[in-house]
């Protein structure tokens, strides 16, 4: 959806109140921040409630709006607290939530329909169908993808129902955003759950090769600005408050100017932080070494220097109106922003020697100091009666009180939480589904399937003597890519092929709209049943669960389970199998990290990446426990392994034997 204003939004990041109140005094148009729980910045200082309400008031008395991130995914233990939380944060007066799950989405809209909804750039959106998906859940405004070049964004902004918003400054993940289960399922600590411990940043081979420098679009203003979007937004929760001013403000200076950095506002920008220089090859479609960097020691020291002022707030100019008359209560009227409110206070007494004087009580009430109002004693209206006294303790409980009125006015009403019962919408009769990379591994595990199963093959693999079940769509398809993959998958319909494996939500209408029944893969972050019934209502037939969940978590949903392979960590939209180890070599490229571990690289439609776990995760050996559990949809994923040694595998799995190699299980915690 095109903006409807002359210039997008230009959004910046709080870790802190602090960083909160250099974004607003800089020029920021809205601030996005995290509470103490559920957001995807949990080692931020972060905001707990009564800093959320202020922030707020601060906010809406410059005239910016206040956006709180819920941007993790949820169990199914875990949705009523967090729909419960929203509801909170609804009252506290935010102007939206920033929220990835999509069971989190639809309920929020169920419960909360006045509380806009942003879809996370977690939810994996880099389509107009995927933005129009989250739309149907209940989101307002979608955060695009990072990956989007400038051709991509317009496309998107320019057919899709929702608002845009998009990345102009700060920290890259090298992984689509949402796909990324390194941190995880490596290391133990989730980056969809905001506890991600940047491998990313680490060496491989004895090179920082995933390490991508920041994002920079400050010499695209223009181009922003013409494409559409309704808001530009600035990574950094992580990051100071002198950060925060420093890089909202040269981004205000050229919006407002509506043109490019020049090249000393780059430098500018530069010393505020860097990682070697940055970079905008997703946006100009340039991808490739030039957009790795890492941090310098130059680079950090003069982040130091750029960092290291602290930034009062700016308080805004209140009208003070004062009425004190015999035999009533003394009342006091305060105006800021376009808003006022009126209070009453103790009723004055008759003086006994000195009687209260105007320039006395102006003062008395000009003392703001503490709150985010200001006034000056010379502009303040009153209304005193002579002869009368009201003790300094009355007067100051008058302007305290004038001043709470006014900042519970931002405040809304409770509505009521109701509990939501939603069945498990998935199938829950017995089914084995296998993946294939090639045809040579399927037709070498064929006859082992038993009856009741389902395959897939990628959508381009030439199909051997074994016709799969379904094809398996790219896990990532931009506007522009869209009609050349439907051209391929008619092909493969008009074969007979009836089933559709898909890996984001802008998928799921593209697959029935060509008569496939989707099943949608673990990229799909289903870990609720709010989450598999909205997605459920929107035509998915069946899903695999994310590989993130134990197995409790798993059978609360219900569904397909990762239970055999070489679970995909990372989704690059560079190919870095051709920056590394060179086109011959596609089928064998490998990173291996300070510890020795390896992971596969393997090409994805048409140049991206997958990166692989080197050690995959097996359950064949848990069948009893899967069964007890009601997993009964076990699904294995073959990628590397050659024909042979998938029909090892299978065979194993089948008889509900160990395997010999090292293999990952279930994760024990979400």
């Known amino acids: 959806m095109f903006r409807k204003g002359p210039l997008p939004e230009l959004l910046s990041p709080a870790g802190s109140f602090e960083a909160l109140i250099a974004a607003v005094n800089a020029g920021a148009d809205a601030v996005y921040f995290g ?391 998935f199938p829950e009769t017995p089914l084995l589904s296998v993946f294939c990379r090639t045809a040579e591994q399927l037709d070498a595990i064929r006859d082992l399937l038993p009856a009741g199963y389902e395959t897939f093959l990628p959508l381009w693999e030439e199909i051997g003597a074994a016709v799969p079940s379904g094809v398996s769509f790219p896990a990532v398809i931009f506007d522009g890519e869209r009609e050349e993959v439907v051209k391929t998958a008619k092909a493969a319909r008009e074969r007979g092929i009836g089933l559709a494996l898909i890996h984001n939500v802008g998928q799921i209408e593209l697959a029935r709209s060509l008569g496939f029944t989707p099943i949608g893969s673990q990229r799909l972050n289903i870990t609720n049943r709010k989450a598999a019934a909205a997605l459920s209502r929107a035509g998915l037939s069946d899903a695999i669960l994310s590989p993130e969940l134990p197995l409790p978590a798993a059978a609360a949903v219900g569904g397909r389970i990762f239970a055999y392979g070489h679970i995909p960590l990372m989704l690059t939209e560079r190919c870095f199998i051709r920056e590394n180890f060179g086109c011959k070599n596609c089928s064998q490229a490998v990173f291996t990290d300070r510890t020795g571990a390896k992971f596969p690289l393997l090409r994805e439609y048409p140049h991206r990446n997958q990166i692989l776990n080197g050690v995959p995760t097996y359950l064949g050996d848990k069948r009893a426990e899967l069964d007890a559990a009601g997993l009964v949809r076990p699904y294995l994923y073959f990628s590397v392994e050659p024909p042979t040694e998938a029909r090892r595998i299978l065979s194993k799995f089948l008889s509900g034997e160990p395997l010999d190699e090292a293999v990952r299980r279930a994760p024990r915690s979400f």
């Open 35 to 425: 509470g103490k729980q559920l957001n995807a910045r949990a080692f931020a200082r972060n905001f707990d409630d009564d800093e959320i309400a202020r922030a707020a008031v601060y906010c809406h008395l410059h005239g910016a709006k206040a956006y709180v991130t819920l941007n993790v995914l949820l169990s199914e233990r875990e949705l009523g607290s967090a729909v419960k939380r929203a509801g909170e944060l609804r009252e506290l007066g935010v102007d939206a939530l920033i929220v990835a799950d999509a069971g989190l989405i639809s309920r929020i809209r169920e419960i909360y329909p006045d509380l806009p909804i942003h879809a996370s750039t977690q939810a994996s959106a880099h389509s107009t169908e995927g933005c129009d998906l989250l739309a149907g859940l209940g989101a307002k405004r979608v955060v695009l993808a990072r990956e989007l070049p400038l051709s991509e964004i317009g496309s998107v902004t320019k057919n899709a129902i929702p608002e845009t918003e998009v990345f102009l400054h700060g920290a890259l993940c090298v992984c689509h955003s949402g796909q990324c289960l390194f941190s995880s399922l490596v290391g133990g600590r989730s980056g969809n759950r905001g506890a991600c411990a940047q491998p990313c940043r680490l060496p491989y081979d004895g090179k920082e090769r995933l390490s991508l420098r920041d994002l920079c679009l400050a010499p695209h203003i223009p181009e922003l600005i013409a494409s559409g979007v309704s808001s530009l937004k600035i990574e950094g929760r992580m990051k100071s408050p002198g950060y925060v001013f420093g890089v909202t403000s040269v981004y205000r200076r050229l919006l407002d100017e509506k043109r490019a950095a020049t090249a000393s506002e780059i430098a500018e920008l530069e010393r505020i932080f860097s990682r070697g220089g940055f970079t905008d090859g997703y946006f100009t479609g340039k991808t490739g070494p030039s957009m790795l960097g890492v941090r310098s020691a130059v680079d950090k020291a003069n982040s130091r220097e750029a960092n290291d002022a602290a930034i009062p707030p700016i308080p805004v100019r209140a009208e003070l109106s004062c009425t004190v008359r015999p035999g009533e209560p003394a009342k006091l009227t305060l105006a800021a922003a376009g808003r006022s409110v009126t209070v009453e206070g103790d009723t004055p007494e008759e003086a006994k020697s000195s009687p209260l004087e105007k320039d006395a009580l102006a003062g008395r009430l000009a003392k703001l100091g503490g709150t985010f109002f200001s006034s000056d004693p010379a502009e303040i209206k009153i209304d005193l009666a002579p002869g009368l006294n009201l003790s300094p303790g009355a007067v100051n409980r008058l302007r305290r009180d004038a001043v709470a009125e006014w900042e519970a006015g931002e405040r809304r009403a409770p509505i009521p939480y109701t509990e939501s019962k939603t069945d498990r919408p």
